[in-house]
Nanobody, 124 residues
Framework: QVQLVESGGGSVQAGGSLRLSCAASGRTFSNHVIGWFLRAPLKVRDFVAAISWSACSTRYTDSVKDRFTILRDTAKNTVYLQMNSLKPEDTAVYYC?????????????????WGQGTQVTVSS
């Protein structure tokens, strides 16, 4: 059973940066896909980015492609979401998710394990 712990959320002004972390306990991320999703107030959970741990391939939603980077640290068994040029519309709770798979999916139902979420607030 993979347990996920997110950290790194907070409040920043527009144009600022944050780095979210997703650490796994219980087992390693080997042969897993790790994704980040967000849930803005009154909206459904949306895909942000994902990385295939073994292949190190990545996928991003169009709105963050030039601003966010998903990274992995194999030594720390941790995935990061580096968020630059933040906008007020990025304000949401961000969730880390993982699934034992070699293929990235942007569908939330494709991930079996979820963290508790971390709040990101971007002010104008």
């Amino acid at each position: 059973q993979v347990q996920l712990v997110e950290s790194g959320g907070g409040s920043v002004q527009a144009g600022g940066s944050l780095r979210l972390s997703c650490a796994a306990s219980g087992r390693t991320f080997s042969n897993h896909v790790i994704g980040w999703f967000l849930r803005a107030p009154l909206k459904v959970r949306d895909f942000v980015a994902a990385i295939s741990w073994s292949a190190c391939s990545t996928r991003y939603t169009d709105s963050v492609k030039d601003r966010f980077t998903i990274l992995r640290d194999t030594a720390k068994n941790t995935v990061y979401l580096q968020m630059n040029s933040l906008k007020p519309e990025d304000t949401a709770v961000y969730y880390c998710a993982a699934d034992r798979s070699l293929h990235i999916t942007s569908q939330a139902r494709g991930y079996a394990h979820w963290g508790q979420g971390t709040q990101v607030t971007v002010s104008s």
